[in-house]
């Protein structure tokens, strides 16, 4: 039960960074919120695995993470570069 809420929060939080993703005005306001959705991803992935004990949905947490990483990386270097924002 509390799982499920959690989950919903997360999944709320997801969906509302990904109307930030698409309304943006900057590009910096679209890579936070990208990399917000992405951490609100993991942790409801996160939630799922503590509340079943199945370890298969680690292996995609750490993926997640990974992306989410160099997303950040890659898009604030690109910023930086090019002046753009």
């Known amino acids: 039960m509390i799982a499920d809420i959690a989950v ?4 709320l939080a997801g969906l ?8 943006g005005p900057d ?14 991803l ?6 799922r695995v503590a509340d079943s004990g199945e ?9 997640i993470a990974i992306v989410a990483f160099t997303a950040t ?4 270097r690109f910023i930086e570069t090019t002046g753009r924002r």
């Not at 919903?8 to 999944?11: E, H, T, V, W, Y």
């Not at 370890?55 to 993926?63: F, N």
């Not at 990386?73 to 604030?76: D, P, R, T, Y």
């Open 55 to 63: 370890t298969l949905y680690i292996g995609i947490l750490v993926v």
């Open 42 to 47: 993991m942790g409801a992935v996160g939630v």
């Open 73 to 76: 990386v890659v898009l604030s």
């Open 8 to 11: 919903g929060i997360f999944l």
């Open 27 to 40: 590009l910096v306001d679209r890579v936070i919120s990208l990399d917000a959705a992405l951490v609100a």
């Open 16 to 23: 509302l960074a990904g109307v930030r993703l698409v309304r």
